[in-house]
Protein backbone atom coordinates (compact mmCIF):
# COMPACT_ATOMS: atom_id res chain seq x y z
CA UNK A 1 0.00 0.00 0.00
CA UNK A 2 1.62 3.45 -1.10
CA UNK A 3 2.09 6.04 2.21
CA UNK A 4 -0.27 8.38 1.62
CA UNK A 5 1.80 11.27 3.67
CA UNK A 6 4.85 10.79 1.43
CA UNK A 7 2.85 10.54 -1.43
CA UNK A 8 1.17 14.16 -1.02
CA UNK A 9 4.61 15.76 -0.24
CA UNK A 10 5.98 15.25 -3.14
CA UNK A 11 3.18 16.87 -5.36
CA UNK A 12 5.04 20.21 -5.19
CA UNK A 13 7.64 18.70 -7.90
CA UNK A 14 4.49 18.94 -9.96
CA UNK A 15 5.34 21.40 -12.82
CA UNK A 16 2.89 23.28 -14.83
CA UNK A 17 -0.49 22.00 -16.54
CA UNK A 18 0.29 19.38 -19.85
CA UNK A 19 -3.46 18.78 -19.51
CA UNK A 20 -6.17 21.20 -19.45
CA UNK A 21 -9.19 19.05 -20.91
CA UNK A 22 -11.85 18.55 -18.67
CA UNK A 23 -13.64 15.69 -20.10
CA UNK A 24 -17.06 16.53 -17.46
CA UNK A 25 -19.44 19.05 -18.04
CA UNK A 26 -18.41 22.48 -15.82
CA UNK A 27 -20.19 25.87 -15.25
CA UNK A 28 -17.55 28.97 -15.05
CA UNK A 29 -18.64 30.73 -11.86
CA UNK A 30 -20.44 34.13 -12.22
CA UNK A 31 -18.25 36.99 -12.05
CA UNK A 32 -18.28 38.66 -8.17
CA UNK A 33 -16.11 40.95 -6.93
CA UNK A 34 -17.52 43.04 -4.14
CA UNK A 35 -15.60 44.78 -1.06
CA UNK A 36 -16.94 45.85 1.69
CA UNK A 37 -16.29 47.01 5.23
CA UNK A 38 -17.89 45.59 8.92
CA UNK A 39 -17.78 46.91 12.13
CA UNK A 40 -18.59 45.92 15.22
CA UNK A 41 -19.87 47.76 19.26
CA UNK A 42 -19.62 51.41 18.09
CA UNK A 43 -21.24 51.31 21.55
CA UNK A 44 -20.82 55.15 22.04
CA UNK A 45 -21.51 56.04 25.73
CA UNK A 46 -19.42 53.26 26.75
CA UNK A 47 -15.93 53.75 28.96
CA UNK A 48 -14.11 51.06 29.79
CA UNK A 49 -10.67 50.97 31.40
CA UNK A 50 -8.53 53.83 30.50
CA UNK A 51 -10.27 54.44 27.54
CA UNK A 52 -12.98 56.54 28.42
CA UNK A 53 -16.36 56.88 26.29
CA UNK A 54 -15.13 60.24 24.96
CA UNK A 55 -11.99 57.86 23.92
CA UNK A 56 -14.08 55.43 22.66
CA UNK A 57 -15.92 57.91 20.21
CA UNK A 58 -12.36 59.58 19.17
CA UNK A 59 -11.92 55.86 17.85
CA UNK A 60 -14.85 55.25 16.13
CA UNK A 61 -14.53 58.64 14.86
CA UNK A 62 -11.34 57.31 13.36
CA UNK A 63 -12.61 54.02 12.16
CA UNK A 64 -15.48 55.81 10.05
CA UNK A 65 -12.80 57.89 8.67
CA UNK A 66 -10.59 55.69 7.64
CA UNK A 67 -13.30 53.51 5.81
CA UNK A 68 -13.69 56.09 3.96
CA UNK A 69 -10.33 56.24 2.54
CA UNK A 70 -10.79 52.28 1.88
CA UNK A 71 -10.19 52.71 -1.64
CA UNK A 72 -6.69 54.43 -1.10
CA UNK A 73 -5.33 51.54 0.29
CA UNK A 74 -3.63 48.36 -0.85
CA UNK A 75 -3.77 44.87 -0.24
CA UNK A 76 -1.11 43.08 1.76
CA UNK A 77 1.45 41.64 -0.58
CA UNK A 78 2.98 39.26 2.79
CA UNK A 79 1.67 36.01 2.83
CA UNK A 80 -1.39 35.74 5.35
CA UNK A 81 -2.84 32.56 6.72
CA UNK A 82 -5.06 30.42 4.76
CA UNK A 83 -7.80 27.88 4.57
CA UNK A 84 -9.59 26.10 2.00
CA UNK A 85 -13.48 26.33 2.22
CA UNK A 86 -13.45 22.25 2.81
CA UNK A 87 -11.80 22.77 6.12
CA UNK A 88 -8.60 21.59 5.03
CA UNK A 89 -5.37 23.68 5.53
CA UNK A 90 -3.18 24.63 2.35
CA UNK A 91 -0.36 26.38 4.22
CA UNK A 92 0.40 29.86 3.76
CA UNK A 93 -1.11 31.44 0.98
CA UNK A 94 -0.94 35.41 0.02
CA UNK A 95 -4.03 37.84 -0.45
CA UNK A 96 -5.89 36.93 -4.08
CA UNK A 97 -5.65 40.59 -4.61
CA UNK A 98 -2.10 41.22 -3.00
CA UNK A 99 -0.30 44.13 -3.81
CA UNK A 100 -3.77 45.66 -5.77
CA UNK A 101 -5.52 48.69 -4.63
CA UNK A 102 -8.71 48.21 -2.51
CA UNK A 103 -11.85 49.16 -4.28
CA UNK A 104 -14.33 51.14 -3.16
CA UNK A 105 -17.17 49.31 -0.18
CA UNK A 106 -20.10 48.42 -1.48
CA UNK A 107 -21.59 48.99 1.88
CA UNK A 108 -20.70 48.63 5.66
CA UNK A 109 -22.00 46.45 8.01
CA UNK A 110 -22.49 47.27 11.66
CA UNK A 111 -23.15 43.77 13.69
CA UNK A 112 -24.38 44.93 16.65
CA UNK A 113 -24.39 47.77 19.84
CA UNK A 114 -25.04 51.02 18.50
CA UNK A 115 -24.48 52.95 21.93
CA UNK A 116 -23.95 51.79 25.46
CA UNK A 117 -27.21 52.01 27.19
CA UNK A 118 -28.84 54.88 25.94
CA UNK A 119 -29.85 54.18 22.80
CA UNK A 120 -33.78 55.32 23.66
CA UNK A 121 -33.13 58.06 25.45
CA UNK A 122 -36.04 58.93 27.36
CA UNK A 123 -36.82 62.26 28.96
CA UNK A 124 -37.03 65.38 28.08
CA UNK A 125 -35.12 64.25 24.39
CA UNK A 126 -37.56 62.26 22.05
CA UNK A 127 -36.32 59.16 22.05
CA UNK A 128 -32.74 59.80 19.83
CA UNK A 129 -30.21 60.03 22.76
CA UNK A 130 -27.41 62.21 22.13
CA UNK A 131 -25.39 59.00 22.11
CA UNK A 132 -27.56 57.42 19.09
CA UNK A 133 -27.24 60.60 17.19
CA UNK A 134 -23.88 60.24 17.27
CA UNK A 135 -24.32 57.24 16.02
CA UNK A 136 -26.52 58.43 13.05
CA UNK A 137 -24.81 60.87 12.32
CA UNK A 138 -21.65 58.76 11.74
CA UNK A 139 -23.74 55.83 10.49
CA UNK A 140 -26.23 57.81 7.77
CA UNK A 141 -24.32 57.90 4.43
CA UNK A 142 -26.97 60.66 3.56
CA UNK A 143 -26.60 62.73 6.66
CA UNK A 144 -24.15 64.53 5.19
CA UNK A 145 -22.47 64.74 8.21
CA UNK A 146 -18.43 66.13 7.23
CA UNK A 147 -16.49 63.25 8.94
CA UNK A 148 -19.46 60.35 8.11
CA UNK A 149 -19.52 57.16 6.48
CA UNK A 150 -20.11 57.96 2.99
CA UNK A 151 -21.17 54.42 1.79
CA UNK A 152 -24.43 52.79 2.75
CA UNK A 153 -25.14 51.46 6.31
CA UNK A 154 -26.46 47.91 6.84
CA UNK A 155 -27.51 48.40 10.63
CA UNK A 156 -27.54 45.05 13.01
CA UNK A 157 -28.76 45.53 16.83
CA UNK A 158 -27.06 44.15 19.49
CA UNK A 159 -27.52 43.30 23.15
CA UNK A 160 -27.48 46.73 24.51
CA UNK A 161 -29.53 48.15 21.82
CA UNK A 162 -32.23 45.76 22.83
CA UNK A 163 -31.58 45.36 27.32
CA UNK A 164 -30.37 48.70 27.85
CA UNK A 165 -33.16 50.72 28.70
CA UNK A 166 -32.04 53.49 31.66
CA UNK A 167 -32.18 57.36 31.72
CA UNK A 168 -29.48 59.86 31.66
CA UNK A 169 -27.95 59.17 35.20
CA UNK A 170 -27.85 55.58 34.83
CA UNK A 171 -31.51 54.48 36.18
CA UNK A 172 -34.54 53.18 34.82
CA UNK A 173 -36.54 55.78 33.98
CA UNK A 174 -38.04 55.94 30.50
CA UNK A 175 -40.78 57.77 29.29
CA UNK A 176 -42.53 54.89 28.04
CA UNK A 177 -42.41 51.19 29.06
CA UNK A 178 -39.27 48.91 27.70
CA UNK A 179 -41.41 46.90 25.34
CA UNK A 180 -42.18 50.29 23.67
CA UNK A 181 -38.85 51.43 23.60
CA UNK A 182 -37.49 48.13 22.16
CA UNK A 183 -39.80 48.55 19.01
CA UNK A 184 -38.62 52.39 18.44
CA UNK A 185 -35.10 50.60 17.92
CA UNK A 186 -36.15 47.67 15.85
CA UNK A 187 -38.51 50.28 13.88
CA UNK A 188 -35.25 52.55 13.31
CA UNK A 189 -34.21 49.06 10.91
CA UNK A 190 -37.39 49.08 9.47
CA UNK A 191 -36.94 52.62 8.63
CA UNK A 192 -33.83 52.59 7.33
CA UNK A 193 -33.98 49.07 5.19
CA UNK A 194 -38.03 48.24 4.44
CA UNK A 195 -39.35 51.75 4.75
CA UNK A 196 -42.98 51.50 3.19
CA UNK A 197 -43.17 51.40 -0.52
CA UNK A 198 -46.37 50.52 -0.86
CA UNK A 199 -46.85 53.70 -0.06
CA UNK A 200 -44.06 55.44 -1.79
CA UNK A 201 -41.94 55.17 1.13
CA UNK A 202 -38.69 53.87 -0.01
CA UNK A 203 -35.79 53.05 2.32
CA UNK A 204 -32.46 55.11 2.47
CA UNK A 205 -30.99 51.58 2.29
CA UNK A 206 -32.75 49.22 0.21
CA UNK A 207 -32.81 45.25 1.06
CA UNK A 208 -33.81 42.44 -0.88
CA UNK A 209 -35.56 39.95 1.13
CA UNK A 210 -37.04 42.06 4.61
CA UNK A 211 -38.85 39.47 7.32
CA UNK A 212 -41.25 41.65 8.84
CA UNK A 213 -41.32 39.20 12.12
CA UNK A 214 -37.84 39.23 13.43
CA UNK A 215 -36.64 42.45 11.50
CA UNK A 216 -33.83 39.81 10.13
CA UNK A 217 -33.04 41.20 6.22
CA UNK A 218 -30.93 40.21 3.33
CA UNK A 219 -29.53 41.58 0.02
CA UNK A 220 -27.48 40.82 -2.66
CA UNK A 221 -24.53 42.31 -4.18
CA UNK A 222 -23.88 40.39 -7.60
CA UNK A 223 -23.42 36.90 -7.08
CA UNK A 224 -22.78 37.23 -3.49
CA UNK A 225 -26.00 36.92 -1.36
CA UNK A 226 -25.48 38.86 2.64
CA UNK A 227 -28.10 38.29 5.40
CA UNK A 228 -28.22 40.56 8.81
CA UNK A 229 -29.23 38.41 11.68
CA UNK A 230 -29.40 40.99 14.48
CA UNK A 231 -28.29 39.09 17.99
CA UNK A 232 -28.05 35.74 16.63
CA UNK A 233 -30.30 33.35 13.57
CA UNK A 234 -33.08 32.51 15.65
CA UNK A 235 -33.47 34.70 18.58
CA UNK A 236 -37.34 34.44 20.02
CA UNK A 237 -37.04 36.53 22.71
CA UNK A 238 -38.39 39.58 21.38
CA UNK A 239 -40.36 38.22 17.88
CA UNK A 240 -40.49 35.33 16.46
CA UNK A 241 -36.63 33.43 15.65
CA UNK A 242 -36.69 33.63 12.34
CA UNK A 243 -34.86 30.54 11.29
CA UNK A 244 -38.08 29.40 8.96
CA UNK A 245 -37.44 32.61 6.87
CA UNK A 246 -33.88 32.12 7.33
CA UNK A 247 -34.24 28.80 5.62
CA UNK A 248 -36.77 29.83 2.80
CA UNK A 249 -34.68 32.81 1.55
CA UNK A 250 -30.98 30.49 1.98
CA UNK A 251 -33.49 27.91 -0.37
CA UNK A 252 -34.42 30.98 -2.44
CA UNK A 253 -30.83 31.50 -3.26
CA UNK A 254 -29.89 27.94 -3.84
CA UNK A 255 -27.09 25.40 -3.09
CA UNK A 256 -24.04 27.08 -4.77
CA UNK A 257 -24.24 30.95 -4.32
CA UNK A 258 -21.98 32.05 -1.70
CA UNK A 259 -23.54 33.55 1.59
CA UNK A 260 -21.69 35.80 4.37
CA UNK A 261 -23.67 36.18 7.55
CA UNK A 262 -23.71 39.26 10.06
CA UNK A 263 -24.88 39.07 14.09
CA UNK A 264 -23.86 40.11 17.02
CA UNK A 265 -22.77 36.75 19.32
CA UNK A 266 -20.22 34.46 18.37
CA UNK A 267 -19.42 31.15 19.13
CA UNK A 268 -16.90 31.70 21.77
CA UNK A 269 -16.62 30.71 25.53
CA UNK A 270 -17.88 34.61 26.07
CA UNK A 271 -20.99 34.30 24.26
CA UNK A 272 -22.15 30.77 25.00
CA UNK A 273 -21.79 31.48 28.85
CA UNK A 274 -18.61 29.28 29.23
CA UNK A 275 -16.55 32.14 30.76
CA UNK A 276 -18.99 34.49 31.37
CA UNK A 277 -21.58 34.61 34.31
CA UNK A 278 -24.34 34.52 31.51
CA UNK A 279 -25.01 32.57 28.36
CA UNK A 280 -25.95 34.86 25.92
CA UNK A 281 -27.04 32.15 23.45
CA UNK A 282 -27.09 28.14 24.30
CA UNK A 283 -25.26 25.59 22.47
CA UNK A 284 -29.06 24.21 21.39
CA UNK A 285 -29.94 27.44 19.62
CA UNK A 286 -26.73 27.09 17.72
CA UNK A 287 -27.10 24.19 16.42
CA UNK A 288 -30.71 25.08 15.39
CA UNK A 289 -28.98 27.61 13.37
CA UNK A 290 -26.82 25.35 12.13
CA UNK A 291 -29.45 23.21 10.51
CA UNK A 292 -31.04 26.12 8.68
CA UNK A 293 -27.90 26.76 7.42
CA UNK A 294 -27.10 23.27 6.29
CA UNK A 295 -26.76 22.59 2.57
CA UNK A 296 -25.96 25.76 1.57
CA UNK A 297 -22.68 27.73 0.40
CA UNK A 298 -22.15 29.52 3.78
CA UNK A 299 -18.42 31.17 3.14
CA UNK A 300 -18.06 33.39 6.86
CA UNK A 301 -19.78 34.70 9.57
CA UNK A 302 -19.18 37.89 10.85
CA UNK A 303 -20.02 38.55 14.60
CA UNK A 304 -18.91 41.06 17.42
CA UNK A 305 -20.46 41.28 21.31
CA UNK A 306 -16.49 40.19 22.70
CA UNK A 307 -15.08 43.43 22.35
CA UNK A 308 -12.10 41.23 21.23
CA UNK A 309 -11.78 39.21 24.14
CA UNK A 310 -12.51 35.02 23.73
CA UNK A 311 -10.70 35.03 21.63
CA UNK A 312 -7.91 37.05 21.36
CA UNK A 313 -9.16 39.84 18.82
CA UNK A 314 -9.99 40.01 16.17
CA UNK A 315 -8.88 36.58 14.81
CA UNK A 316 -10.50 33.54 12.63
CA UNK A 317 -11.38 30.03 14.15
CA UNK A 318 -13.98 27.59 13.19
CA UNK A 319 -16.80 25.70 15.77
CA UNK A 320 -18.28 22.30 15.71
CA UNK A 321 -21.84 23.71 15.69
CA UNK A 322 -20.76 25.30 11.97
CA UNK A 323 -19.85 21.72 10.86
CA UNK A 324 -22.15 22.08 7.40
CA UNK A 325 -22.67 18.60 5.72
CA UNK A 326 -22.30 20.48 2.45
CA UNK A 327 -18.78 18.71 0.99
CA UNK A 328 -17.31 21.85 0.19
CA UNK A 329 -17.17 22.87 3.63
CA UNK A 330 -17.05 20.86 6.66
CA UNK A 331 -15.93 24.08 9.06
CA UNK A 332 -17.39 28.08 8.40
CA UNK A 333 -15.07 30.81 8.91
CA UNK A 334 -16.10 32.79 11.47
CA UNK A 335 -14.74 36.08 12.13
CA UNK A 336 -14.53 37.52 15.70
CA UNK A 337 -14.18 41.53 15.22
CA UNK A 338 -12.81 43.70 17.75
CA UNK A 339 -14.76 46.66 18.09
CA UNK A 340 -15.02 50.19 16.69
CA UNK A 341 -14.31 51.54 20.09
CA UNK A 342 -11.11 50.08 20.11
CA UNK A 343 -10.03 51.47 16.21
CA UNK A 344 -11.17 48.12 14.66
CA UNK A 345 -12.72 47.08 11.41
CA UNK A 346 -12.79 44.80 8.74
CA UNK A 347 -12.56 45.11 5.46
CA UNK A 348 -13.17 42.00 3.27
CA UNK A 349 -13.13 41.35 -0.34
CA UNK A 350 -15.09 38.42 -2.34
CA UNK A 351 -14.66 36.94 -5.84
CA UNK A 352 -15.25 33.89 -7.31
CA UNK A 353 -12.05 32.05 -6.29
CA UNK A 354 -11.21 33.48 -2.98
CA UNK A 355 -12.54 35.69 0.14
CA UNK A 356 -9.90 37.98 1.43
CA UNK A 357 -10.51 39.45 5.16
CA UNK A 358 -8.14 41.75 6.75
CA UNK A 359 -8.57 43.68 10.01
CA UNK A 360 -7.72 47.62 9.87
CA UNK A 361 -6.61 48.82 13.41
CA UNK A 362 -6.37 52.80 13.45
CA UNK A 363 -4.94 55.48 15.69
CA UNK A 364 -6.62 58.55 16.57
CA UNK A 365 -5.41 60.06 13.71
CA UNK A 366 -7.40 58.24 11.47
CA UNK A 367 -4.19 56.38 10.17
CA UNK A 368 -4.89 52.98 9.19
CA UNK A 369 -2.66 50.13 9.27
CA UNK A 370 -3.77 46.41 7.90
CA UNK A 371 -1.95 43.35 10.31
CA UNK A 372 -0.36 40.43 8.13
CA UNK A 373 -1.05 38.69 11.65
CA UNK A 374 -4.85 39.00 11.46
CA UNK A 375 -5.36 38.61 8.01
CA UNK A 376 -6.91 35.20 6.29
CA UNK A 377 -7.63 34.45 2.76
CA UNK A 378 -9.73 31.33 1.73
CA UNK A 379 -9.98 29.89 -1.82
CA UNK A 380 -13.74 29.48 -2.65
CA UNK A 381 -13.83 27.14 -5.80
CA UNK A 382 -14.49 23.56 -5.20
CA UNK A 383 -12.64 20.70 -5.60
CA UNK A 384 -12.06 18.89 -8.86
CA UNK A 385 -13.02 15.81 -9.95
CA UNK A 386 -10.60 12.75 -9.78
CA UNK A 387 -10.74 9.37 -11.57
CA UNK A 388 -7.73 6.59 -11.67
CA UNK A 389 -9.43 4.18 -14.06
CA UNK A 390 -9.12 0.34 -13.19
CA UNK A 391 -8.74 -2.13 -11.92
CA UNK A 392 -5.96 -3.15 -13.82
CA UNK A 393 -4.04 -6.59 -14.69
CA UNK A 394 -0.61 -7.04 -16.07
CA UNK A 395 1.75 -9.69 -17.07
CA UNK A 396 4.97 -9.48 -15.29
CA UNK A 397 7.32 -7.69 -17.92
CA UNK A 398 4.27 -6.32 -19.40
CA UNK A 399 2.44 -2.82 -20.28
CA UNK A 400 -0.10 -1.22 -18.42
CA UNK A 401 -2.20 2.02 -19.14
CA UNK A 402 -4.40 4.31 -17.16
CA UNK A 403 -6.32 6.03 -18.33
CA UNK A 404 -6.84 8.88 -15.84
CA UNK A 405 -9.80 11.47 -15.78
CA UNK A 406 -10.67 14.99 -13.94
CA UNK A 407 -11.84 18.15 -14.49
CA UNK A 408 -12.53 21.52 -12.63
CA UNK A 409 -16.09 22.26 -11.86
CA UNK A 410 -15.05 26.28 -12.82
CA UNK A 411 -13.92 25.06 -16.24
CA UNK A 412 -10.31 25.81 -15.61
CA UNK A 413 -7.79 23.83 -16.49
CA UNK A 414 -6.02 20.59 -14.01
CA UNK A 415 -2.64 18.89 -14.09
CA UNK A 416 -2.31 15.29 -13.49
CA UNK A 417 0.29 13.59 -11.16
CA UNK A 418 0.78 9.70 -10.90
CA UNK A 419 2.84 8.06 -8.19
CA UNK A 420 3.43 4.39 -9.13
CA UNK A 421 5.96 2.90 -6.77
CA UNK A 422 4.92 3.90 -3.27
CA UNK A 423 8.00 6.75 -2.40
CA UNK A 424 5.93 9.93 -2.72
CA UNK A 425 7.80 10.41 -6.44
CA UNK A 426 5.75 11.63 -8.55
CA UNK A 427 6.38 9.52 -11.73
CA UNK A 428 3.83 10.75 -14.42
CA UNK A 429 2.16 14.01 -14.75
CA UNK A 430 0.47 12.89 -18.05
CA UNK A 431 -3.44 12.07 -17.95
CA UNK A 432 -3.06 8.48 -19.53
CA UNK A 433 0.56 7.35 -18.97
CA UNK A 434 1.62 4.00 -19.82
CA UNK A 435 4.21 2.00 -17.40
CA UNK A 436 6.15 -1.05 -17.12
CA UNK A 437 5.69 -3.83 -14.83
CA UNK A 438 8.78 -5.54 -13.06
CA UNK A 439 9.98 -8.82 -14.39
CA UNK A 440 11.29 -9.88 -11.13
CA UNK A 441 8.12 -11.44 -9.74
CA UNK A 442 7.49 -15.32 -8.67
CA UNK A 443 3.83 -14.92 -7.49
CA UNK A 444 0.84 -12.85 -8.25
CA UNK A 445 0.47 -9.73 -6.22
CA UNK A 446 -1.31 -6.35 -5.98
CA UNK A 447 -0.72 -2.92 -5.65
CA UNK A 448 -2.68 0.82 -5.11
CA UNK A 449 -1.97 3.57 -7.16
CA UNK A 450 -2.17 7.20 -6.57
CA UNK A 451 -3.51 9.75 -8.84
CA UNK A 452 -3.98 13.75 -7.72
CA UNK A 453 -5.87 15.78 -10.16
CA UNK A 454 -5.43 19.27 -9.13
CA UNK A 455 -6.82 22.84 -10.33
CA UNK A 456 -5.21 26.35 -10.88
CA UNK A 457 -5.33 27.01 -7.63
CA UNK A 458 -4.10 24.31 -5.65
CA UNK A 459 -7.05 22.62 -4.71
CA UNK A 460 -6.33 18.90 -5.44
CA UNK A 461 -8.72 15.45 -5.51
CA UNK A 462 -7.50 12.02 -4.89
CA UNK A 463 -8.35 8.82 -6.86
CA UNK A 464 -6.88 5.48 -6.03
CA UNK A 465 -6.55 2.51 -8.62
CA UNK A 466 -5.86 -1.48 -7.74
CA UNK A 467 -3.16 -3.00 -10.07
CA UNK A 468 -2.54 -7.16 -9.99
CA UNK A 469 0.75 -8.27 -11.40
CA UNK A 470 0.66 -11.52 -11.97
CA UNK A 471 3.46 -13.92 -13.85
CA UNK A 472 3.22 -14.37 -17.00
CA UNK A 473 5.43 -15.02 -20.56
CA UNK A 474 6.42 -10.99 -21.05
CA UNK A 475 10.24 -10.92 -21.87
CA UNK A 476 10.58 -7.42 -22.13
CA UNK A 477 13.88 -6.20 -20.12
CA UNK A 478 12.60 -4.89 -16.38
CA UNK A 479 13.28 -0.74 -16.35
CA UNK A 480 16.61 0.59 -15.42
CA UNK A 481 15.75 2.17 -12.15
CA UNK A 482 16.89 0.38 -8.76
CA UNK A 483 14.86 2.80 -6.84
CA UNK A 484 11.60 1.18 -8.41
CA UNK A 485 13.00 -2.26 -9.57
CA UNK A 486 12.04 -4.14 -6.45
CA UNK A 487 8.77 -1.88 -6.65
CA UNK A 488 5.53 -3.61 -8.60
CA UNK A 489 5.20 -0.96 -11.17
CA UNK A 490 8.05 0.04 -13.04
CA UNK A 491 9.35 3.77 -13.55
CA UNK A 492 10.33 3.73 -17.26
CA UNK A 493 7.43 5.11 -19.03
CA UNK A 494 6.82 3.56 -22.55
CA UNK A 495 5.97 6.80 -24.17
CA UNK A 496 9.01 8.95 -23.36
CA UNK A 497 7.51 10.77 -20.24
Not at 305 to 314: D, E, K, M, Q, V
Request: glycine share 12%.
Amino acid sequence: MLVQGAILASVALLGPAQTPVNAQTCSPPPEVDVTFAVVADPQFGRGAGACDAACRERYTRAVAAAINTIDQQTWPGHPVQGITVDGQSIGTVPFSGAGQRMAPPEGVIVVGDLTEDRSLNNVGAGWRSPEFKTFTGLFEHESGQADGVRFPVYVGLGNHDLERFVDEDGQPGLAFSEDEARQRIWDYVWDRHRGFPEVGLEPPVPVTNFDDQSYAYSWDWGHLHLVQLHTFGGDDAYHPSGLDWLEADLDAVGPDRPVILFQHYGWDCFSDGGCFDRAWWTREQMVALNKALDGHNVIGVFHGHTHGRYPALPRFYTDQYLELADPRQRDVAIFNLADAGQGYFAVVRVTAEAMDVTYGVVDETSTVTFSAENGFTMRLNQAPTAEAGGPYRVEAGGLVGFEGSGSDPECGPVTFAWDFGGDGTVESTEQNPSFRATSDLDAAVRQDVLLRVCDQAGICSDAWAMVDVVPGTATASPPDNGSFITRLIGASPSTGD
